[in-house]
């Protein structure tokens, strides 16, 4: 029945059919208001990423294929341009018996109708080519001078090397290793005399360096030297030949003296110095660093005319040689720095003695702490008269204890028993023929090395093992260290009891962003390839007169770079290196631009944790770390590490990089006490000779033990008055087993920074 006022509704069955809808009048734009701001997944997610598809990341890469060839030949073609400064070629003979002058002369005549030469007071020799319309600066640096030719190394754009038939020598093989470990510029091996060489030999000889070659410089060609098509070709290739980067000097402005006046009346001395800017613009505001000497301001740079102008430009004619005398009356203008932009010489903090919570002594109380004598207990036998206790030597004073005491009295009384070893050898050793050979000999030095060597070799057998003293006790001979609970996972506060040099030193936020920052900011000033004089004021009158021992370079500071911290440089020692280096021992750096003496500390390399084991030698087979004070220097920089010897020549010891100047860098030094089982029990042990008296035992008890078969354990007591003690361990202990402690402290460099090593 249908009630009265209610429509009834027609529902369309599961059979009904359903029409096309229609699209007519549709466009994108309704589309976008139908979809509501809604967007598809896999769009949304590709743009996110910033994904392309496979046509536009091939296009892509064709692009910047392109863009990167691009620069290489812009490059090229500025090299020894007119607004870039002459291609810097250092020629390097690899044998005593190669007479580099004679290979520069020959590279003069080679095309003297194109040619245009000029020698200046240094040695430089400037060639300028019509043909090439390029410039060259050819320097010779002195092979028997490492550091005149590792200054040479560093600015130079391109390095010959003169090969020869014989093998280099011991000292042409030092000077390569440096050069490839500190800046190995764009490197063209030549060969000469396989003319005179019938074509059998000719070919022997030639495969014989080729064969050399191949352990250094892997895919070089050899070319020949002989002439003068050759000689041309050799000039052409210096031209055209792809520049090899070098981080630290890329980075920087340098510049080669070609000319040097000093005035002792101005400024406390002012040394002009000439030459063409290269790498990087020149800035008067900032600082300039001198190789061996320091940093110093500028007060005045001066722009010049060029004085090796083009041969095709009507001022000189081809084929001409002269030597010239440079001038300083064609400045064109000058450019002098602002006080409020000029970079300050300060490198040190100046700290204020009411800042922070400890109170240090002043210069004054420490003087006066050192001159007055300190009255010292001795611990002595019962009855013992004050005459004999004054012939009782102490044993190392804890209280004044410096961060090197790993080998204590033991070193001591080895060191002389050695001594007494070697004399009884060589009065039992027959006297040899040759009267000079104990001339060269010096016996001191033979005995410090055999030392060295033994320390070194327990150390290796037996790491950071100390033996307890007897006559002092162990709570105040070792109050400065702690124990840990865990080496890598244990707290250790950065800034808990610096030393009083942390007062005088600066630290970054965040040294990579601040490296970042510094070398990606656009430079102003110069322009490479200008001529200049810069006006160095405050400079002693002792550096104008070493200024021609070796090439005289000057490079600017990156801002920041003036400043002293704690520099931290990864290191590997040499395999011609056999001798130990010891931490603290005095060595040369060269980083980058500087070189300076200094005395590091040595830790592991690892990126484990925030703390680093202390290294009490140079490790052989790894790398590691040495820390000192030292201005920053921003990475990329390498590093080559040299010890004087007595004889004045430099042993090469290691090389590496820069890492970072961090003072926050926790170098943590373990000494390892043991102990021997006297009893064993099931889970306990008598334990002696860790300590002997029963104060020490009770000031250690809460440090865990550990053997070296890996059980671990601690004390429980003391057992009576002479250094005997219970332990419990999770396991019982083997009869061969030694019981272990370890104790941690803190150690920091030294402040031995020195920039002054004169050539």
């Known amino acids: 029945m249908v009630l009265k006022g209610k429509q009834i509704v027609h529902r369309p069955g599961p059979l009904k059919q359903s029409n096309k809808a229609h699209k007519s009048g549709r466009s994108r734009d309704k589309g976008k208001q139908h979809d509501k701001g809604k967007v598809d997944v896999k769009t949304l997610s590709r743009h996110k990423k910033h994904e392309l598809n496979r046509l536009d990341r091939k296009n892509k890469l064709n692009q910047i294929r392109k863009a990167k060839r691009e620069e290489v030949v812009m490059q090229k073609r500025g090299l020894g341009g007119v607004n870039s400064p002459p291609i810097l070629t250092v020629i390097l003979p690899l044998n005593d018996s190669i007479d580099a002058e004679k290979f520069l002369d020959d590279m003069k005549n080679c095309d003297s109708d194109n040619l245009f030469v000029i020698n200046n007071k240094f040695g430089h020799c400037h060639i300028s080519s019509s043909r090439l319309k390029q410039r060259f600066t050819f320097i010779i640096p002195n092979t028997k001078d490492l550091i005149s030719v590792m200054d040479a190394m560093k600015v130079a754009d391109v390095l010959v090397l003169i090969h020869s038939s014989d093998p280099p020598d011991d000292n042409q093989n030092m000077l390569l290793s440096v050069i490839i470990a500190h800046a190995l510029p764009t490197t063209i ?60 000097r890329d980075a920087r402005f340098h510049l080669l003296a070609e000319n040097i006046e000093y005035d002792p009346t101005l400024n406390n001395g002012t040394l002009k110095v000439s030459g063409y800017v290269r790498g990087k613009p020149l800035n008067v505001n900032g600082l300039v660093h001198i190789p061996g000497w320091g940093d110093f301001q500028m007060s005045q740079v001066d722009y010049e005319s060029d004085p090796h102008p083009f041969a095709n430009k009507g001022k000189p ?204 900011e656009e430079k102003e000033g110069a322009m490479p390839g200008l001529y200049v004089t810069m006006h160095i004021i405050n400079v002693p009158q002792s550096l104008y007169e070493n200024t021609e021992k070796s090439p005289f370079v000057v490079y600017a500071l990156l801002p920041h770079e003036q400043k002293m911290s704690v520099v931290n440089v990864i290191i590997r020692k040499q395999t011609s290196c056999q001798t130990p280096v010891k931490s603290k021992d005095t060595l040369i750096f060269h980083i980058g631009y500087r070189r300076f003496t200094c005395q590091p500390i040595f830790s592991e390399h690892n990126h484990i944790g925030d703390k680093f084991k202390y290294e009490r030698f140079l490790p052989h087979d790894e790398p590691a770390v040495a820390s000192f004070y030292a201005p920053v220097i921003f990475p990329p920089a390498s590093v080559t590490v040299f010890r004087q010897c007595q004889d004045g020549s430099h042993e090469l010891i290691a090389t590496g990089s820069v890492m970072d100047a961090n003072p926050k ?72 087993d030694v019981v272990l402690m370890y104790l941690y402290k803190r150690v920091f460099p030294k402040w031995t920074y020195d920039p002054y090593i004169p050539t």
Not at 189 to 211: D, F, M, W
Not at 326 to 352: G, H, R, T, W, Y
Not at 439 to 444: A, G, T
Not at 487 to 509: C, Q
Request: charged share 35%.
């Open 317 to 520: 004619k081809a084929g001409v040689h002269k030597d010239v005398e440079m001038a300083s009356d064609n400045v064109l203008f000058s450019n002098k720095p602002n006080p409020s932009e000029q970079e300050s010489l300060q490198s040190e903090v100046i700290p204020d003695p009411m800042e922070g919570e400890q109170t240090w002594p002043t210069e004054e109380e420490l003087n006066a702490a050192m001159l007055t004598p300190k009255k010292r207990v001795k611990k002595v036998a019962e009855g013992t008269s004050d005459y004999q206790a004054s012939w009782i030597l102490n044993s190392d004073d804890d209280a004044s204890e410096s961060s090197e005491d790993e080998n204590y009295d033991e070193d001591q009384s080895e060191s002389e028993a050695v001594g007494d070893v070697e004399m009884d050898d060589m009065e039992s050793v027959p006297e040899l023929k040759d009267e000079n050979y104990d001339k060269q000999l010096d016996l001191d030095e033979e005995k410090k090395m055999l030392v060295r060597f033994k320390e070194e070799r327990l150390n290796q057998m037996f790491p950071d093992e100390l033996d307890t003293p007897i006559d002092i006790s162990a709570r105040v001979r070792f109050q400065r260290y702690r124990g840990l609970e865990s080496f890598k996972k244990s707290v250790w506060d950065p800034l808990e009891n610096l030393p009083p040099d942390y007062a005088r030193i600066y630290m970054f936020g965040s040294f990579k962003q601040t490296k970042k920052k510094v070398l990606t």
């Open 189 to 248: 091996h030549v060969v000469q005399g396989l003319e005179k060489l019938n074509p059998k030999k000719k070919a022997e000889c030639r495969k014989h360096i080729l064969k050399t070659l191949e352990k250094r410089f892997p895919d070089e060609k050899l070319h020949s030297a002989d002439t003068k098509q050759e000689f041309q070709l050799l000039l052409r290739q210096i031209g055209c030949q792809k520049q090899r980067p070098v981080g630290f």
């Open 665 to 736: 860098r926790i170098i943590i030094k373990r000494i390892v006490l043991s102990g021997h089982p006297f009893k064993i029990f099931k889970r306990s042990a008598v334990v002696r000779y860790m300590f002997f008296n029963k104060e020490d035992i009770n000031w250690f008890k809460k440090i865990k033990l550990r053997t070296k078969c890996g059980n671990i354990g601690n004390i429980v007591q003391s057992l009576g008055s002479h250094g005997h003690m219970k332990c419990v361990f999770e396991k019982q202990l083997q009869s061969q």
